[in-house]
T-cell receptor, first 112, second 115 residues
């Protein structure tokens, strides 16, 4: 079954803390794993993405860790800021289709 | 550059009425995607087009849903007749080549409420 499971559903972090969101998949026919950030009333916007042949990718305060054998990947937000408060979605692209399967989302709130 | 433009932003209509959602993709983008977002089912791909041609409509829930892309700068998603369970936020997205490492750019969505 093509499914991406995301946890936690919601997350509250103090300013300056680390936010960690996890995703897991079962189908191995995925070959691209983006993370999207969505603010209220807006569409999702690409935050960072990784291919399965890479174990980690870092862009500024955002890092994706990818464990291919465990079929898990996670987003780490270092030095979390109130402006990071948003809903985060992981996704996986079905090989050769351009179709994304999205996780159910994590609502992050960073306290000032 | 202008992003993906969707209209209307909000739509409230009664059950049984026809609903038409509109999307203008980013100029030059070859791929256009329609998604539906609900609390229960999250973000679901309904259909996508390449060069105005529908490629995969397996996510379209029922025959009541139809989508067209008459030209490279315009697409519609139509629901006829509409039902309360169609209430959701509908997003349109476009991408340059459709390659997975080319991001999909989303519009701000149409919030649809069917009474």
């Amino acid at each position: 079954q093509q499914q991406v499971k995301q946890s936690p559903q919601s997350l509250i972090v103090q300013k300056g803390g680390i936010s960690i969101i996890n995703c897991a998949y079962e189908n191995t026919a995925f070959d691209y794993f983006p993370w999207y950030q969505q603010f209220p009333g807006k569409g999702p916007a690409l935050l960072i993405a990784i291919r399965p042949d890479v174990s980690e990718k870092k862009e500024g305060r955002f890092t994706i860790s990818f464990n291919k054998s465990a079929k898990q990947f996670s987003l780490h937000i270092m030095d979390s800021q109130p402006g990071d408060s948003a809903t985060y979605f992981c996704a996986a692209e079905i090989s050769g289709t351009y179709k994304y399967i999205f996780g159910t989302g994590t609502r992050l709130k960073v306290l000032a | 550059d202008a992003g993906v433009i969707q209209s209307p932003r909000h739509e409230v209509t009664e059950m049984g009425q026809e609903v038409t959602l509109r999307c203008k993709p980013i100029s030059g983008h070859d791929y256009l995607f329609w998604y539906r977002q609900t609390m229960m089912r999250g973000l679901e791909l309904l259909i996508y087009f390449n060069n105005n041609v529908p490629i995969d409509d397996s996510g379209m829930p029922e025959d009541r849903f139809s989508a067209k892309m008459p030209n490279a700068s315009f697409s519609t998603l139509k629901i006829q007749p509409s039902e309360p369970r169609d209430s959701a936020v509908y997003f349109c997205a476009s991408s340059d080549t459709g390659r997975p490492d080319q991001p999909q750019h989303f519009g701000d969505g149409t919030r649809l409420s069917i009474l």
